[in-house]
């Protein structure tokens, strides 16, 4: 889930950003707590958050990219407190994805898309089953040893970024 604005720091409304951050991060925090009970009991659990490449920095999303920075903090934290339970904790940062939604905004052949594009050395957009891919790969049994990290499905667009 995510909710995002085109705002600049200057533009930024207080109580949009906090709209934006409760849409961000609350549902998952409430799906893990509601889950976690069965997850201690069970002595095993996959806990996978959707965050996204503008935690590396994306002007004009001032709220967005607060909102998934602070889910893969959160997500480093349950996997630091989880670990020992069997339960591990990750996030999937998707770059610009071929979708409905992002086509809405970006037409192809558009300046917007092109922006993008400009960003990833891939030089396409991911596809929705990649993305499915790396959940499903940290959702397996091969992946009970990776835990707190986050795996950006971005066609390298994160390369050379903090």
Do not use: C, W
């Amino acid at each position: 889930m995510g909710l995002a604005r085109h705002e600049t720091i200057s533009t930024v409304d207080p109580d949009v950003f906090a709209t934006v951050m409760d849409l961000n991060v609350r549902p998952a925090l409430q799906l893990t707590k509601a889950l976690l009970p069965a997850m201690r009991a069970a002595r095993f659990g996959r806990i996978i958050n959707i965050t996204s490449l503008v935690t590396r920095g994306l002007a004009f999303r001032a709220s967005y990219a607060a909102a998934k920075a602070a889910l893969e903090s959160l997500t480093r934290t349950m996997a630091i407190e989880l670990a020992a339970e069997g339960i591990t904790a990750n996030a999937v940062a998707p770059g610009p994805t071929e979708t409905n939604l992002f086509r809405a905004n970006s037409p192809k052949g558009s300046e917007g898309e092109a922006r993008y594009l400009s960003r990833v050395p891939m030089g396409r957009l991911a596809l929705t089953h990649e993305v499915a891919a790396a959940i499903a790969f940290l959702a397996a049994d091969s992946a009970s040893f990776i835990t707190g990290q986050t795996l950006f499905v971005d066609g390298g667009a994160s390369l050379g970024t903090l």
